[in-house]
């Protein structure tokens, strides 16, 4: 996958090859393209578009102010705002809570839009204990933690089933591989001042591991012990796994970047009160960094 600018000098450069050399390769290049528009689908259209960045709501806040050349799009009563971030087309939307707000959110804004990739920003609560608030996930998998079935023995946690031509959706979902690296660049670029959480100065960290989504906002231990020893996952969210799922079924690139926020236990509802907008905030620049890097030529990175 290219970014817009890297796919239009290639075009520019292919225009500029005279007569007879251009037509047998245009005569190679129709029934190539036929089969790369088939076999592609919505991903060869979906290359051309700007990032898209979501964010329950704060997350977007910190994000707009950086935009030029603002535009309000409402599609199917849904506000999304385009605009420029350092350079780069982007546009930006508040996915609301939950996993149906974010997924109705990321799948109108694919078919309005053809974002080249979905990056999502927001904050999380720590099922790794060692993540304090402020530090960031970079989500290399996500997962649904509330799909299975309820038994009277717990819960059976099962994949999800897609609707789109890929039927079986795995029970994580990869980060794609090419936004992955430019988050894992941006933040080993990060310089980060130390702030104090509560139990001294502490610099944020940032780590690659895996963020658990579900319709629950977890403020318990045990629930955060059970999802931390079956997912081994870093960080538990409500909206991450659920637009990973609808780009993974639509072959859009996506990657859920997360700051802490709290401890998924009961200190949450005062911990997310304090930490909040500081999670929102270090999400917010690791994803503009990220924007930054992955509308560069991919070989350069
Ligand atoms: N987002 C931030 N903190 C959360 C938590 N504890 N549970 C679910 N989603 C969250």
Not at 68 to 77: A, G, P, S
Not at 97 to 104: D, F, R, S, T
Not at 216 to 245: C, I, P, S, W
Request: charged share 15%.
């Amino acid at each position: 996958m290219f970014s817009p600018l890297y796919r239009s000098t290639k075009l520019r450069s292919a225009m500029s090859i005279p007569g007879r050399t251009r037509n047998a390769l245009l005569c190679l290049s129709v029934p190539l393209a036929i089969v790369l528009t088939v076999v592609g689908g919505v991903a060869a259209r979906a290359a051309t578009g700007p990032i898209a960045i979501l964010g329950v709501a704060s997350e977007t806040r910190t994000l707009l102010p950086h935009l030029t050349h603002r535009k309000n799009v409402v599609v199917l009563h849904v506000p999304y705002v385009t605009g420029v971030l350092n350079g780069v087309p982007v546009v930006v939307a508040r996915s609301g809570v939950g996993k149906v707000n974010a997924a109705m959110t990321a799948t109108i804004l694919i078919g309005h839009f053809h974002p080249a990739c979905i990056i999502f920003s927001g904050s999380a609560g720590a099922l790794n204990p060692n993540l304090q608030p402020g530090d960031v996930v970079i989500g290399a998998k996500t997962a649904e933690h509330d799909f299975g079935t309820l038994y009277s023995t717990g819960m059976s946690h099962e994949p999800t089933d897609g609707i789109a031509e890929r039927k079986q959706n795995p029970m994580y979902f990869p980060a794609n591989p090419r936004l992955l690296k430019a988050a894992e660049l941006a933040a080993s670029r990060m310089h980060e001042e130390p702030i104090d959480v509560g139990s001294g100065p502490h610099t944020p960290r940032v780590v690659v591991g895996t963020i658990v989504t579900g319709d629950v906002f977890v403020a318990d231990q045990n629930t955060n012990d059970a999802l931390r020893k079956y997912f081994h996952a870093d960080a538990v969210e409500m909206e991450g796994a659920a637009v990973a799922q609808v780009c993974w079924e639509q072959n859009v690139p996506f990657l859920a970047i997360r700051s802490i926020s709290d401890n998924a236990n009961r200190q949450t509802p005062t911990m997310f009160d304090k930490f909040y907008k500081l999670a929102a905030r270090n999400s917010a620049r690791l994803v503009m960094a990220i924007v930054q890097i992955y509308s560069t030529k991919p070989a350069s990175y």
